[in-house]
T-cell receptor, first 112, second 118 residues
Framework: TQLLEQSPQFLSIQEGENLTVYCNSS?????LQWYRQEPGEGPVLLVT?????EVKKLKRLTFQFGDARKDSSLHITAAQPGDTGLYLC????????????FGKGTKLSVKP | GAVVSQHPSWVICKSGTSVKIECRSL??????MFWYRQFPKQSLMLMAT?????????EQGVEKDKFLINHASLTLSTLTVTSAHPEDSSFYIC??????????????FGPGTRLTVL
């Protein structure tokens, strides 16, 4: 069974601080996706990483895929209250089904 | 990005009734759609994979006779919660797989449906 361990589960920080969220697995994924979810809404895709060692930047967010494609990280620089939400990582299985394995999520709260 | 809609966005029903939730991919065709369930403050739990023109594949522990899935076209999948009970109250979210994406298996999510069974 493929598992994706996401940490930390909760994170409360002050505006302007930096933070990193981690997703780790013992399994290899064909790709890994990061989503952000607001309460009462569906997850919104932030980025997809495919290549081992890949780094992608989205404004103040930096996503990295591990060389072995087993782990990933999300780093937010100078967090703002608008970054508050649930961040989910999801690893894609290979094959035709393309199921996603979700981490448990990181609930981020950025206080002004 | 690809757009996925869900209807209704929320529904309140009496115990014993059936509720149908629709999931539509608006600007792309989706051979495969997924149905998830999410409890408060928890992550998404995959319920089933819906394949156009064939039977859905259910995850272990999900009753296929209770959660009926129909994927009649490349843009529409429906989930029917039959004989709903209060324990079925949850946030149901669908996603559609976009084969045109870079990774070939990116999923785009609908806004979710809040089901409350009284």
């Amino acid at each position: 069974t493929q598992l994706l361990e996401q940490s930390p589960q909760f994170l409360s920080i002050q505006e302007g601080e930096n933070l990193t969220v981690y997703c780790n697995s013992s399994s290899v994924f064909s790709s890994l996706q990061w989503y952000r979810q607001e309460p009462g809404e569906g997850p919104v895709l932030l980025v997809t990483v495919v290549t081992g060692g890949e780094v992608k930047k989205l404004k103040r967010l930096t996503f990295q895929f591990g060389d072995a494609r087993k782990d990933s990280s999300l780093h937010i620089t100078a967090a703002q209250p608008g970054d508050t939400g649930l961040y989910l990582c999801a690893g894609a299985r290979g094959g035709s089904q393309g199921n996603l394995i979700f981490g448990k999520g990181t609930k981020l709260s950025v206080k002004p | 990005g690809a757009v996925v809609s869900q209807h209704p966005s929320w529904v309140i029903c009496k115990s014993g009734t059936s509720v149908k939730i629709e999931c539509r991919s608006l600007d792309f065709q989706a051979t495969t759609m997924f149905w998830y369930r999410q409890f408060p403050k928890q992550s998404l739990m995959l319920m089933a994979t819906s394949n156009e023109g064939s039977k859905a594949t259910y995850e272990q522990g999900v009753e296929k006779d209770k959660f009926l899935i129909n994927h009649a076209s490349l843009t529409l999948s429906t989930l029917t919660v039959t004989s709903a009970h209060p324990e079925d109250s949850s946030f149901y979210i669908c996603s559609a797989r976009n084969y045109g994406g870079r990774a070939g298996n990116e999923q785009f999510f609908g806004p979710g449906t809040r089901l409350t069974v009284l």
